[in-house]
Structures are given as structure tokens and as C-alpha cells.
T-cell receptor
């Protein structure tokens, strides 16, 4: 069982509000990720981090920002939420592996609805 | 960059029958191919993976095959059970410095 947590699990918020989605893992993993999952199921990488003070943008452009001040914590922030941000957000982590394999452990997700 | 295509997008099978999900990838440098299962209300979970130096791997009722020449890999589930109903994602990665690229997902429904 993966030790990766996301809060809140569900969030309904009005347009223009600032929100922060929390993600924490207790496995000591260096790499962490944020994915956006649309209703059609597809997973889109929006941010990732290789370790403390490292953040990179993913394949899908996102207006969100992330920070990595502590190894175990990788919060995602939307400064001004819009209805187009309505989606499910999945956080994941993995142990840095110099070889082939890299098991990503996913959190349960945050389902965001912006009215 | 890598592009992973997954088919079919939905699949319904009778309990006890086999299910096959297929993926193709574009980057010939890809060398790691995991499969994830996502149950309703949960995040995806790794169920099996394969490296490029292996053609087939099996774990109880699930197996994955890889054809590097054709650049495709498949997930096979035998003796399907209702608890196999979920969304399945394939993925590919070209080296440890790259990120996983996921397929678009397959909604598998096992009918009792």
C-alpha cells in the first residue's frame, strides 16, 4: 500500500479563489509528479520534481504552480481558479532509479469543481 | 517525444473470458513499459511491468508481451473476474531521465 496522501479529496470553489492542493508522501521518494486527469480518463503530466528545490513543467501547459521545499511535500497552487480548471488532480511519487524501472505510486486524487 | 496509443478505449467481456489491451509507442529508445490499474475513486496502481530486454512476463492471471520490432506491447488478463473491472493504462519511458508517457486508458467491464 502506497503511503501518499492528498487533501482535500473533493473541493467545490468559486471562480477567482486561490486554492492549494496538498500532496504528501512518507516513502522518502525524490521524484514527485502532478497529473491532471480529464473526464475521458487520460492522464496529463503538468508538473514534476526531482527533489527539494527542483520543479519542472510537464507536457500539458497549466496555470498552476508547485513548490518543493521538503522532500515529502509537493503542493499545487492555483492563484485564481476558473471553471476550466475543473478536473481530477493526481499526485504521484517514485524512487529515483538509475536503471529502467520506476514504480510510480499515486495518491487517491483531488476532484476539483470550480463554479 | 514519446507518443503512446492504446486500444480499445472500452472493452466488455464475460466473466471467465480473456481480455487483451494493446498499446503502440513511437520512441524506439523506450525501454520500460508498465501497466497501471485505476479503480473507481482511487489513483492508478502498478500491476505489472516489463523491460525492453524481455519479451513476455507473467504474474498469475495477467501477462504482458512486448514486440520491440513492431513497437507494441499488450496486456492479457485470463479468467477475468468482476473485480478486474477498472480503467487500465499502459505507459512507456525512454531511459531514467525521461518521464512516463501514458496511453489514453481502457475501461474494462467484466460482466457477471
Amino acid at each position: 500500500e502506497a503511503d501518499i496522501y492528498q487533501t482535500p479529496r473533493y473541493l467545490v470553489i468559486g471562480t477567482g479563489k486561490k486554492i492549494t492542493l496538498e500532496c504528501s508522501q512518507t516513502m522518502g521518494h525524490d521524484k514527485m509528479y502532478w497529473y491532471q486527469q480529464d473526464p475521458g480518463m487520460e492522464l496529463h503530466l503538468i508538473h514534476y520534481s526531482y527533489g527539494v528545490n527542483s520543479t519542472e513543467k510537464g507536457d500539458l501547459s497549466s496555470e498552476s504552480t508547485v513548490s518543493r521545499i521538503r522532500t515529502e511535500h509537493f503542493p499545487l497552487t492555483l492563484e485564481s481558479a476558473r471553471p476550466s480548471h475543473t478536473s481530477q488532480y493526481l499526485c504521484a511519487s517514485s524512487e529515483y532509479d538509475r536503471g529502467f524501472q520506476e514504480t510510480q505510486y499515486f495518491g487517491p486524487g483531488t476532484r476539483l469543481l470550480v463554479l | 517525444g514519446e507518443n503512446v496509443e492504446q486500444h480499445p478505449s472500452t472493452l466488455s467481456v464475460q466473466e471467465g473470458d480473456s481480455a487483451v489491451i494493446k498499446c503502440t509507442y513511437s520512441d524506439s529508445a523506450s525501454n520500460y513499459f508498465p501497466w497501471y490499474k485505476q479503480e473507481l475513486g482511487k489513483g492508478p496502481q502498478l500491476i505489472i511491468d516489463i523491460r525492453s530486454n524481455v519479451g513476455e512476463k507473467k504474474d498469475q492471471r495477467i501477462a504482458v508481451t512486448l514486440n520491440k520490432t513492431a513497437k507494441h506491447f499488450s496486456l492479457h488478463i485470463t479468467e477475468t473476474q468482476p473485480e478486474d473491472s477498472a480503467v487500465y493504462f499502459c505507459a512507456a519511458r525512454a531511459g531514467s531521465a525521461r518521464q512516463l508517457t501514458f496511453g489514453s486508458g481502457t475501461q474494462l467491464t467484466v460482466l457477471p
